[in-house]
Nanobody, 127 residues
């Protein structure tokens, strides 16, 4: 599956931004999905994840209560970012993981758990 993320840009602290990730070639029904981010000079880190079947969501503590991952359609997942902070500034990546039965309960916590990656979209939060 090929992934394409969009929606990044410049936003003021306290504002909102919505990122979208579209799958091409296949729907997300065969995958679980996640969002990761990488700030300058830092490692890529987990932000949010979604089990496509069932809809269970997972969030990093740093974004819990502010960000929401969702299924917009069979081929689009979104990350709604509210109350953004300057420390949210990063390149955001969407990723997908092939369904596995049984699966690792920690599949979403590290970038190595994902099988497919889209190109990132830059989010800059000004103070």
């Amino acid at each position: 599956v090929q992934l394409q993320a969009c929606g990044g840009g410049l936003v003021q602290a306290g504002g909102s931004l919505r990122l979208s990730c579209a799958a091409s070639g296949r729907t997300f029904s065969s995958y679980n999905v996640g969002w990761f981010r990488q700030a300058p000079g830092k490692e890529r880190e987990f932000v949010a994840a979604l089990r496509w079947s069932g809809g269970t969501t997972y969030y990093a503590d740093s974004v819990k209560g502010r960000f929401t991952i969702s299924r917009d359609s069979a081929k689009i997942t979104a990350l709604q970012m509210n109350s953004v902070k300057p420390e949210d500034t990063a390149v955001y990546y969407c990723a997908a993981r092939n369904l596995r039965i049984p699966d690792d309960s920690h599949w979403f916590q590290t970038p190595s758990g994902m099988d497919y990656w889209g190109k990132g979209t830059l989010v800059t939060v000004s103070s």
